[in-house]
């Protein structure tokens, strides 16, 4: 029992147990969508949502949500929905976020400085606990309090400061070297913007962001929609000479 103002209220019950090796990949990645959208609805003060609502604010569809969710043991009340706090739970605990994660970030150029001095991942439980570079110039630097280091303490440093995801932000041909240091040092993921692909052991996670990839299928769909604008323009138009 908890006491809260002198009213004694029931112990809230402890999250279910789930297995993440049974969870798609695919609904992984919807569940930090769906955790983006429920921290933004606890800061509004939202207690409880359908699952109509969230899968809207979410992008995706009900049932698609609800199946999502049944994954990590979450139901919601019929008539009411779900509680708001106690799913934001359940999804953190799923997705590893009930600790906080050191980072070590590789490459501090445009791109790396930018993700470097990027306040929202320290507020999320990513913080950036180290920064390495080979430019003399940017050695010895800070960026948002951490000191810019050579790329070649990087097994000695992820290590000592318990580093467990790794940002590769390098140039393609030095991507798999850092990869290797990363590795060495202990550290089981890797986030790389890197235009390569990396070569890892058993057991490594890499996730890749290829920046220009993205822009190449906006440009598809971009493509496609002037398409079909172009095929209903003609197709209107030979309606109004027939």
Known sequence: ???????????????????????????????AVYLRVLTEMLAQG????????LAAAAGVNAA?????????GSSG????????????????????????????????GNLGHALAGYGGF????????????VDPDL??????????????QIPRVCASRGVTIGVIATPAGAAQQVCDALVSAGVPSILNFAPA??????GVEVRKVDLAVEMQILAFHVSRHDGSAAAAGREATGKVFR
């Open 1 to 31: 029992m908890t006491v809260d103002g002198g009213v004694s209220r029931p112990a809230r019950p402890s999250l279910t147990r789930v297995d993440p090796e049974r969870i798609p990949q695919a609904t992984v990645a919807r569940l």
């Open 46 to 53: 939202v207690r409880t949502v359908s699952s109509d609502v």
């Open 64 to 72: 698609k949500l609800r199946k999502d969710l049944s994954h990590i």
């Open 77 to 108: 009340v019929r008539g009411v929905g779900y509680d708001v706090s106690r799913l934001t739970e359940q999804v953190e605990s799923v997705l590893g976020l009930t600790r906080s994660h050191a980072v070590a970030l590789v490459g501090v």
């Open 122 to 133: 320290a507020q999320r439980g990513f913080g950036v606990a180290a920064l390495f570079d």
């Open 139 to 152: 050695v010895g630097t800070t960026i948002g309090g951490v000191e810019v280091l050579d790329v070649a």
């Open 197 to 202: 692909v990396l070569s890892v052991p058993a």
